[in-house]
Every structure is written in C-alpha cells, then in structure tokens.
C-alpha cells in the first residue's frame, strides 16, 4: 500500500551532523503531514518534527531540522550537534486519506 524506507542512519561521535532521507511510495495520493518520529530503547516513541504544506509545524529542539526533497515524496531530517541522547531508531511518517503510515527506522547512535 504505503512504503517508507529511512536511509542515512549510523554510528557518529558527539557535536556531529547527519542527515536522514525518507522516501516514499505505493498509493501515495495528496500528503497532509510529513514527520519523524524516534524511539530510544526502555522509552516510548516521541515525535522529532513534522511539518504540512505550509511549512514546518513542530520541531523536538533547534538542533534539527525537517525539510521535503526536491524529488516527489521525499523528505529529510537534518540532525546538528547530535548528543548521545540522540541515540535511538528513527522513523518517517506521513499522513494521507486519514491514516497514518510509518516506515521500519534506521539507527543513529552518537557515542565517542
């Protein structure tokens, strides 16, 4: 139906920068709202960012940054400064005809 897959994830030092890419595909019709959502290991799924038609909407801290790709239902996460905190598999969204589609994450750990 709808297939997101996150690429980009890794293993970095803290104070560094990395950019997360989603695409998406299948049945994709007008998208209401994109997002990235993360989940740490022990705690629950919380929302990084999202953002509409009209712009970005909400954002988890200043460090990042969401933003659409040039190409057709592509979306990145641009992470700056990433703290071990930061450590956790995240995860692309997008909500479309009522319903709200995830893709499978991709790893970010931030450890020196």
């Known amino acids: 139906q709808v297939h997101l897959v996150e690429s980009g994830g890794g293993l970095l030092q803290p104070g560094g920068s990395l950019t997360l890419s989603c695409a998406a595909s299948?049945?994709?019709?007008?998208?209401?709202?994109m997002a990235w959502s993360r989940q740490a290991p022990g705690t629950e799924r919380e929302l990084v960012a999202t953002?509409?038609?009209?712009g970005t909407t909400y954002v988890l801290n200043e460090r990042f940054a969401i933003s659409k790709g040039s190409a057709r239902n592509t979306m990145f996460l641009q992470m700056n400064n990433l703290k071990p905190e930061d450590t956790a598999v995240y995860f692309c969204?997008?909500?479309?005809?009522?319903?709200?589609?995830w893709g499978q994450g991709t790893q970010v750990t931030v450890s020196s």
């Open positions: 969204g997008l909500q479309q005809r009522g319903s709200t589609y």
């Open positions: 953002m509409t038609t009209v």
């Open positions: 299948g049945d994709i019709g007008d998208i209401n709202l």
